[in-house]
T-cell receptor, first 114, second 117 residues
Framework: DSGVTQTPKHLITATGQRVTLRCSPR?????VYWYQQSLDQGLQFLIQ???????AKGNILERFSAQQFPDLHSELNLSSLELGDSALYFC?????????????FGEGSWLTVV | GDSVTQMEGPVTLSEEAFLTINCTYT??????LFWYVQYPGEGLQLLLK?????DKGSNKGFEATYRKETTSFHLEKGSVQVSDSAVYFC????????????????FGAGTRLAVHP
């Protein structure tokens, strides 16, 4: 158990719908990362937050958005869903106070768009 | 830019064979280096890490040495088991000290390992 909690673990929804994925980082971790893993594209970095502020943005679609709340939990919002958005979405967290801090991953949220 | 390159898979080995998965990196600063493993149907788990040049990370029989001169962090295991079948990801982390400090994490594409009895 990494200490990073993601909900829901599995989600099936229809095209055009909107979903929210939630992540609770390890206690004391300030950074939250979101990744998308699909069968054909490997592990894609989406976005990173540090202590409530966006720090880095990767290949995140405009239909997707994220935020990190004052209690440091984070949510990833996916809207106008398409079949191609079906993937495993990972959240990770790290203390990030110094170089070399380990990044811990949650077990992921499986999203299936039908 | 900063990047990680891993050998392409799949890598197929017989049980008890020697494993090497190559990983090289490009970074503007002094990164920390990681290997993560993803077993079928599971999330990513940290396998080992090294935070400075010449450090050796080790865990579960796996080893990797941070080679600054060759910008490499190759993963090795002397005798693989069927249970080692998984996808292995090499990653680097760069620290940015401003605004309280945070790390940027970059992954390689992953290498699938299949071990047969």
């Amino acid at each position: 158990d990494s200490g990073v909690t993601q909900t829901p673990k599995h989600l099936i929804t229809a095209t055009g719908q909107r979903v929210t994925l939630r992540c609770s980082p390890r206690s004391g971790d300030l950074s939250v990362y979101w990744y998308q893993q699909s069968l054909d594209q490997g592990l894609q970095f989406l976005i990173q937050y540090y202590n409530g502020e966006e720090r880095a943005k990767g290949n995140i679609l405009e239909r997707f958005s994220a935020q990190q709340f004052p209690d440091l939990h984070s949510e990833l919002n996916l809207s106008s869903l398409e079949l191609g958005d079906s993937a495993l979405y990972f959240c990770a967290s790290s203390r990030d106070r110094e170089s070399g801090n380990t990044i811990y991953f949650g077990e992921g949220s499986w999203l299936t768009v039908v | 830019g900063d990047s990680v390159t891993q050998m392409e898979g799949p890598v197929t080995l017989s049980e008890e064979a020697f494993l090497t998965i190559n990983c090289t990196y490009t970074a503007t600063g002094y990164p920390s280096l990681f290997w993560y493993v993803q077993y079928p149907g599971e999330g990513l788990q940290l396998l080992l890490k090294a935070t400075k040049a010449d450090d050796k990370g080790s865990n579960k029989g796996f080893e990797a040495t941070y080679r600054k001169e060759t910008t490499s962090f190759h993963l090795e295991k002397g005798s693989v088991q069927v249970s080692d079948s998984a996808v292995y990801f090499c990653a680097l982390s760069l620290h940015y000290p401003f605004s309280g400090g945070y790390n940027k994490l970059i992954f390689g594409a992953g290498t699938r390992l299949a071990v047969h009895p």
